[in-house]
C-alpha cells in the first residue's frame, strides 16, 4: 500500500490523475493517433469496428517519457521479431490506422 508524507498507509489510494484507483484492466485498441506539441505528446487510442470509431483511452506524456516508451517498443518489437518472425508494414494501407500531427483532430 501507498503511504502519506507522515509514513501512514494510505487505503484505495486515488489515480495519479485524482480519477480513483485504476481498474487494472486493459483496453483493445486497434487505430491510434499521435500528436504532440513543444512540451506533451498525445497518445490516442481508440476501438474501430463496422459500428464507427470510440476513443479507449489517452496518454498524455511529455517528449522524454515519449522518447522512452519509443525506445522501450523498438526494444520489445526487436524481442517479438526474434521469437515470432518479422513483422512487415506493407504501405499506407497498414498506416492509414495510424495518424500523427501537431494536435488531435
Do not use: C
Request: proline letters at 9%; charged letters at 20%; glycine letters at 12%.
Amino acid at each position: 500500500m501507498a503511504k502519506d508524507p507522515k509514513g501512514t498507509e494510505e487505503k484505495d489510494a486515488p489515480a495519479p490523475d485524482g480519477g480513483g484507483p485504476p481498474s487494472g484492466r486493459g483496453e483493445y485498441a486497434n487505430v491510434a493517433g499521435i500528436f504532440h506539441s513543444q512540451n506533451e505528446f498525445v497518445f490516442d487510442f481508440y476501438f474501430q469496428s463496422p459500428g464507427g470509431k470510440e476513443l479507449a483511452s489517452r496518454v498524455i506524456t511529455n517528449p522524454r517519457h515519449a522518447k522512452a516508451f519509443l525506445m522501450a517498443l523498438q526494444e520489445n518489437i526487436a524481442k517479438y521479431e526474434a521469437q515470432f518472425g518479422k513483422l512487415t508494414v506493407a504501405g499506407p494501407e497498414d498506416t492509414a490506422t495510424f495518424t500523427a500531427g501537431l494536435g488531435p483532430h
